[in-house]
C-alpha cells in the first residue's frame, strides 16, 4: 500500500507540475514574457522541493519530472527542447538533493546549496546537451553567446528563486507529510482526487 501512495504522490506532483508546463508555460510563451523559463523553473523547484519533504528517496523527483513530461506530451504539442528542459531540471534536483537533503539533514543551508545547484547545473546540463550533444538548430544558431546566456544569465535569476523556493518547499514538505501520515487513507484518496482534477483541467482550460 505505500508503494501505491508513493506512486500516487509522484504523479500528482508531476501534474502539478505539468500543468504549470501546460497552462502557465503556454500564457507566458504566448506573450513573450522575459525569461519565462525562470518563472517556470521556480515553480517547478518549488513542486519538487515540497514533493522531497513528503518522498525524500533518490529518484523520486526524477520520476516526478518524467510524469511532468508525459503530462505536456498528453495535453498540449511541445517543443523537444522544453521537454528536455524539464526532465533534466528534475534530474539534477533529483541528484543535488539526494545528497544534501537526506531524510535527517533539515538544515536550511543545505536546501538552499541544493536549489543553487539544481538552478545552475539544470541550466548548464540543458544548454550545454541541446547544443552539442542533440544539435538543435534553434540552439546551434544561437552559438556560444546564447548558452552562456542561458546558464549565466537566465540561470542566475532561477538560482535566486531557487534559494527562497527549495527551502520553503522542503519545510512546507516536511510539515505536510507529518500531518497527512496521521489519516493516509484520507490522504491517499485526495491525492487521487487531486490528480483526477488536474487532469480535467488540463483539458478544459
Not at 523520486?60 to 513530461?69: C, H, L, P, R
Not at 546551434?140 to 537566465?154: A, D, E, M, R
Not at 484520507?186 to 483539458?203: D, F
Amino acid at each position: 500500500m505505500r508503494n501505491l501512495k508513493d506512486g500516487a504522490w509522484l504523479l500528482f506532483f508531476g501534474s502539478l507540475w505539468g500543468i504549470s508546463e501546460v497552462v502557465g508555460g503556454g500564457f507566458l510563451y504566448n506573450e513573450n514574457v522575459a525569461y519565462s523559463s525562470v518563472w517556470l523553473s521556480a515553480w517547478a523547484l518549488l513542486v519538487l522541493a515540497i514533493a522531497r519533504g513528503i518522498i525524500n528517496k533518490p529518484g523520486s523527483s526524477t520520476i516526478i519530472a518524467g510524469f511532468a513530461v508525459i503530462f505536456k506530451m498528453a495535453n498540449t504539442s511541445p517543443f523537444f527542447c522544453h521537454l528536455l528542459g524539464i526532465f533534466t531540471l528534475g534530474l539534477v534536483f533529483d541528484l543535488a538533493s539526494s545528497f544534501l537533503m537526506k531524510k535527517e539533514e533539515k538544515r536550511l543551508s543545505r536546501s538552499m546549496l541544493s536549489g543553487l545547484i539544481s538552478a545552475y547545473g539544470g541550466y548548464a546540463f540543458f544548454a550545454l546537451f541541446i547544443t552539442y550533444i542533440v544539435r538543435y538548430e534553434y540552439w546551434v544558431t544561437g552559438g556560444v553567446s546564447k548558452v552562456l546566456n542561458h546558464i549565466f544569465v537566465s540561470g542566475s535569476f532561477a538560482a535566486l528563486a531557487a534559494l527562497v523556493v527549495v527551502p520553503l518547499g522542503y519545510w512546507i514538505g516536511v510539515n505536510s507529510e507529518t500531518i497527512t501520515s496521521r489519516r493516509p487513507e484520507w490522504t491517499y484518496a485526495g491525492t487521487l482526487a487531486g490528480i483526477i482534477v488536474l487532469w480535467t483541467l488540463a483539458k478544459i482550460l
